[in-house]
């Protein structure tokens, strides 16, 4: 399964995401210079991490070739609490594994509670606790 997909650095938009030395980041701006006299437009494109919410900015040759991850939505039911870790099991896969909790949602996580993650690249990201429905 492709965990990302191709683009060109001068299609980049705002609000896309990208990997940007090798983490997935939300581009918050992207700024198109023209070309020079001798080069090529050069993007100028800033992103913030959407694991670890680092400010990273990169510049690229216009034609480059930079990764758009795909980001795959999954629930999964957590199974117990420990501290900052829950422990959850896919509702599709019934695989088990720790997810971190993140401060937001860090009073609203509690047993048999769905939650929503996100699989980007390598990492598995807790974003939102799903309706209970009690």
């Given at each position: ?9 001068g299609s980049v938009k705002e ?120």
């Open positions: 399964m492709a965990s990302s997909k191709q683009e060109s650095a609000g896309m995401t990208i990997v940007m030395d090798g983490a997935a980041c939300k581009v918050v701006s992207v700024q198109i210079s023209r070309p020079g006299k001798h080069g090529h437009a050069k993007a100028r494109i800033e992103g913030i991490g959407l694991i670890d919410e680092k400010k990273r900015i990169n510049v690229y040759p216009g034609s480059e070739i930079i990764d758009v991850p795909i980001i795959e939505k999954k629930n999964a039911q957590v199974l117990s609490v420990t501290g900052n870790m829950a422990n959850v099991m896919d509702s599709e896969s019934f695989e088990m594994f720790d997810l971190a909790i993140p401060d937001e949602l860090k009073d609203q996580v509690k047993e048999n509670v769905q939650v929503l993650y996100w699989i980007i690249i390598n990492d598995r990201v807790m974003k939102q606790i799903k309706n209970t429905g009690d």
